[in-house]
């Protein structure tokens, strides 16, 4: 819609600057109209590609980043290795008669190192590199995206010859911007004009070129792109970048705290356990914030605490000043020691802290140890879940007499997971089609799981009232406690090894079950 109100605009102004030119003598205009057409042709990147928006695409001498420098991601960089072999034995390819690779497309979630990625795959074919961004191509005015296309090849190649390098490396990261559907944008003109200019471009590379170019793509949303690019002959590698899993988020922390003091208690292990769903980027900056804070303490070294603080911190965000009534936050303090005993005594280990200093949204929050790698979830498991949500406002009932606000968020998660259940066939409804079932045939069924769920988070909470109290006390006085604090303090029985966790990070209790 802005587009069209500029391109109106636009017209608008053409027309009265013609009418007023024509009222006044040539002499006169001519040569104002040369030097504002020079200057227009500079700064659309005909003579000076970039000048007026940023260079196309940005050249990184020597990246500096090997394959070593990247946690995890073993079948990514596995993949990766073989798709480079041509360019690194160009001859031997060449004697194959083996086609070019033109295109490797990374694809995955945010912050899992693609572009890290990419950079070492420059250093390990010794090419030159040059970065860009899909969203650099992206124009109202037909032309000026594919002119820019060419201009990131050609940039590509001269960079290769300055440098002295056989090969370059064409960096775009957000694809999808300049590489989506055709058809699906307002000004399609320009954006399919663009696409057609990369695939042009990608189709032209040979093996006989002085300058063998390989452009490297990385996505969030590899469903986006058009077919076209994706076919044999242009992105003809697309290489999945996954979330870390447990043995590379400990790699990807090894590699973030190289040259950090650590203290003697640090177990990376440990912390790389607790932080499950967390990106390389994530994990680096747990691992920068963790320095700030020893910094900002005038601590010799980064300790474990250190640690558990940046994490809360990625995860949840600053903490606030925000500072609840002394009422509010013994109510905060039971509500989350309830949450915490119950998952405590479900599933042995789970809580990795209690805390009730106020970040983000959160007035108080239980972290979690999650389970790693689990792609199914049983009956008991997901009750299980229910019964922890739960637990905070049965905590409050049993403690303080009656429940309050604050456990709207844990109602809507319980009742979320209760119609999952109802929808996977787990209740006496058995299976069914989830449009066909009545509202009230599903209020009842959910209705009648948070009851039984709520019984019985009230029935487990009533053996330790005691405890709950005691804990809830030692929280509001220290605002956080550490799941081995937590379990003491309540009057469960220690756990052997870290958290009494198996190195598979699952709960041994669970485990033997
Ligand atoms: P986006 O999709 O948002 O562009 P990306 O996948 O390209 O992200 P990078 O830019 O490569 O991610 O990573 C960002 C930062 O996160 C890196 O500079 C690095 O510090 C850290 N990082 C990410 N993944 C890893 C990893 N596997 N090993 C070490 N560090 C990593």
Known sequence: MKERWREIATGIGAGAVAF?????????????????????YLFRGGLLPGVGRGAVAQAVQGTGVTFDDIGGQATAKQELKEALEFLRRPDEAARFGIRPIRGILLAGPPGTGKTLLAKAAATYTDSAFLATSGSAFVE??????????????????????????????????????????????????????????????????????????????????????????????RFDRIVRVELPDLAAREQVLRIHMRGKPLADDV????????????????????????????????APAITMEHLREAIE?????????????????????????GHALVAEILRPGSVASVTIASRGEALGYVRHRPEEDRFLQTQDQIEDMICIALAGSQAERLLLGRPSTGAQSDFQQAAQLARRMV???????????????????????????????????????????????????????????????????????????????????????????
């Not at 055709?182 to 032209?204: F, W």
């Not at 769903?277 to 020893?294: D, R, T």
């Not at 109510?331 to 989350?336: K, Q």
């Not at 006085?477 to 029985?493: I, M, N």
């Open 20 to 40: 007023v030119l024509l009222r006044l003598p040539v002499s006169q205009w001519l040569p104002l109209a040369v030097l504002a057409g020079l200057l227009f």
């Open 140 to 233: 109202v005015y037909a032309g000026v995206g594919a002119q820019r296309v060419r201009e990131a090849f050609a940039e590509a190649r001269r960079l290769a010859r300055r440098l002295g390098k056989q090969s370059a490396i064409l960096f775009i990261d957000e694809i999808e911007v300049l590489a989506g559907k055709r058809g699906r944008h307002t000004s399609h003109l320009e954006y399919d004009q663009t696409l057609n200019q990369l695939l042009v471009e990608m189709d032209g590379i040979s093996t006989d070129d002085d300058v063998r170019i390989l452009v490297m793509a990385a996505t969030n949303r590899p469903d986006l792109i058009d077919e076209a690019l994706l076919r044999p002959g």
């Open 267 to 298: 177990d990376l292990g440990q912390i790389a356990q607790e932080t499950f769903g967390f990106s390389g980027a994530h994990l680096e900056s747990v691992c920068n914030e963790a320095a700030i804070l020893a910094m900002r303490a005038s």
């Open 313 to 337: 911190k990625v995860m949840m965000g600053e903490r606030l000043d925000r500072r609840p009534s002394e009422e509010e936050r013994r109510r905060i303090a039971v509500h989350e020691c």
């Open 423 to 513: 929808e996977d066939g787990m209740t006496s409804l058995g299976v069914v089609a989830r449009e066909t079932v009545p509202p009230a045939t599903l209020h009842r069924a959910v209705t009648r799981i948070l009851r039984r769920q709520e019984r019985r988070a009230r029935a487990l909470l009533g053996e330790f009232s005691d405890g709950l109290e005691v804990a809830a006390r030692a929280l509001l006085e220290r605002e956080r406690l550490t799941s081995a604090e937590f379990r003491r303090l309540v009057g469960l029985p220690p756990l052997s090894g870290p958290a009494g966790r198996t190195a598979e990070g699952r709960p041994a209790a669970e485990r033997d079950r």
